[in-house]
């Protein structure tokens, strides 16, 4: 068996969003093979060290962490060494010092964004190392959309980024043995946009099922529309901000007891004004998000920026909710128009499908079972993580 190191961008628990999700599940995965881990990460609130411990608990494996920088300094210390902002955020010289004293006796390094690619960069060229990256996602695209929505002085910071990330991502395509994207879409894009170089395999994301399932907990006096997700997120700000104003006054007009339902954590002051309207519940921060699912009847992913593959589509599909979605939001995702999603392609159609759904309960409920469907055949962690089981097995 394999001594695996895992270096994480931030402590992978608990499993509450994207990118700690998945990394929690190839931890739980490789250590299931009887591998040996340990994860190394930075981080910045002390309360993540109670999160580490609670990791290190769970699968009795070594977690260490060291404390991140001033915010500030790190920032600057971008521009003094004419670095991304993203790979200045997440850089501790301590941290720097673990994966030094690790290396030497590590089968493979597994790294969980190229935002940490400096930190093995800086490494003397490991042996007998083999060197994982998991994208997940093209950075570099995400932070051009960004850019592309923005004014003046945010577009030239994004478009800095956007360069920066790139450079990035192409040395660790030249210098990694293999690297791992979230879907066939972004291999696609990470080929035609950044390199053809080295070794790029698609590793997707499964769902656990024992926490998102299907529920008959609906309420008959209110029909509720879902979104969730992160609050301080740009993409998620901007996809409710786009439904809101949009499409929500359309749907109260032709669904009266409509409501809408974003829930996640640190919403925004933007987000938070929205809930001064009788029908928008901003939660906020929520120990359980499943109840949410559990009560809605459409769930909405209207996303007007976004890479990669949107875990709380999958969520929604594995709760048999019905799904509007733009484009965007499918991205991915094996899933078909019509028949397990709903896709739109503009505001008026967005509006056109969230109202059908709402009133139409045989409709919801045959493309919420196909949604189901999809998850059971396509979505399991086991087969969807052995593009990264069988490389390493084959260390």
């Not at 609130?45 to 109670?50: F, G, M, Q, T």
């Not at 300094?73 to 004419?82: I, Q, S």
């Not at 997940?136 to 695209?141: A, E, G, L, R």
Request: proline share 5%; charged share 20%.
């Amino acid at each position: 068996m394999a001594r695996l190191v895992v270096l994480a961008h931030r402590v992978p628990f608990p499993p509450n969003k994207g990118e700690k999700l998945r990394t929690f599940h190839q931890i739980e995965e490789l250590v299931s093979k009887g591998h040996s881990v340990t994860v190394i990460a930075p981080y910045e609130e002390d309360s993540e060290l109670a999160d580490a411990k609670a990791l290190a608990d769970k699968f009795s494996i070594e977690v260490t962490c060291k404390k991140l920088p001033n915010r500030m300094w790190r920032l600057v210390l971008a521009v003094l060494k004419n670095r991304s902002f993203s790979e200045t955020n997440f850089y501790s010289s301590h941290l720097m010092q673990v994966l030094r004293d690790k290396i030497d006796t590590t089968d493979v390094l597994l790294v969980t964004a190229s935002s940490l690619a400096n930190y093995v960069f800086k490494l003397p060229k490991p042996k007998n190392t083999q060197l994982l990256m998991d994208f997940m996602d093209v950075d570099s695209d995400k932070w051009q959309q960004y850019a592309n929505e923005s004014g003046f002085l945010k577009k030239l910071l994004y478009s800095r980024e956007s360069r920066k990330i790139c450079q990035l991502e192409q040395r660790v395509a030249k210098t990694f043995d293999a690297s791992f994207v979230i879907a066939q879409t972004e291999k696609n894009l990470f080929e035609s946009r950044v390199s053809k170089a080295g070794v790029l395999k698609v590793l997707g994301n499964g769902i656990d099922q024992s926490l998102f399932n299907p529920s008959d907990n609906k309420p008959s006096n209110t029909t509720n529309f879902l979104f969730s997700g992160v609050m301080d997120y740009k993409p998620n700000i901007d996809a409710v901000m786009w439904f809101v104003e949009n499409c929500w006054a359309d749907i109260q007009v032709h669904v009266p007891n409509a409501k809408l339902i974003v829930a996640g954590m640190n919403p925004s002051p933007v987000i938070v004004k929205l809930s001064s309207a009788q029908n928008i519940e901003i939660t906020g921060f929520v120990d359980d998000i499943k109840p949410y699912f559990d009560q809605a009847h459409v769930f909405i992913a209207p996303f007007q920026i976004a890479r990669g593959v949107q875990n709380k589509v999958l969520q929604a599909m594995a709760c048999a909710l019905p799904i509007v979605c733009t484009p965007l939001g499918a991205e991915g995702i094996l899933c078909h128009h019509n028949d397990d999603i709903i896709i739109a392609n503009n505001a008026n159609e967005f509006t056109k499908h969230a109202i059908k759904l709402a009133t139409n309960v045989a409709l919801r409920d045959q493309i919420g079972k196909q949604a189901l469907s999809t998850i059971n055949s396509h979505y399991v962690w086991e087969s969807v993580l052995m593009p990264l089981t069988e490389i390493i097995d084959k260390k």
